[in-house]
Structure formats: C-alpha cells, structure tokens
C-alpha cells in the first residue's frame, strides 16, 4: 500500500535513519557540553564568540572569499553554542 511517502517499507526506513541521525547529533551535542561545560570551556565559547561572531562580517575592501571565511568561522562558533545549548535543553515531547 502505497502513501505520500512511497511503500510502507520505505516509511520505516526513513523513520529509522531520522531516529539515527537524532542519535548521532544527541552524541555530537553531548561531547561538546562535556567538552565546553567546564570553567576553561566556557572560556574559550567566550573569545571565540567575541573574536568570530561580534565582529563584522564584512569589512570595506575584502574579497568575497575573506567575506566567506569570516562567515563560515562565526557560523562554526554559532554551531558550538547551539550544541551545547541542545544538550542542555530536554526535548519535548
């Protein structure tokens, strides 16, 4: 029997890999509240969020490549603190 979601079989997986990517980012948040959850940790989010994320992205007479970089360092810095976040915060349900 066929759904919106193709034969019932296909369901099930795709219900079963978003369980295991569920699991996976759990794990991937949980290191980073081991690792960043601790004096020094807490630190370190402090000088990478004022040195990648309060500061301009753009500045006048930087290439699009070094506006680039800039962006992909302060999203990875944004991606800690939301990892770290998530780990903190219950789901739900």
Not at 48 to 71: S, W
Request: aromatic letters at 6%.
């Amino acid at each position: 029997m066929a759904d919106s979601f193709g034969e019932l079989e296909d369901r099930e997986e795709i219900e079963k890999s978003i369980g295991e990517s569920l699991h996976a980012k759990n794990e991937i948040d949980k290191v980073f509240l081991n690792c960043y959850n601790t004096p020094e940790g807490k630190r370190m989010i402090e000088l990478l969020h004022e040195r990648h994320v309060d500061v301009p992205i753009y500045a006048k007479g930087m290439t699009l490549d070094e506006v680039a970089y800039r962006q992909g360092q302060c999203d990875s810095v944004l991606s800690i603190e939301k990892s770290v976040f998530d780990a903190l915060t219950p789901i739900q349900a």
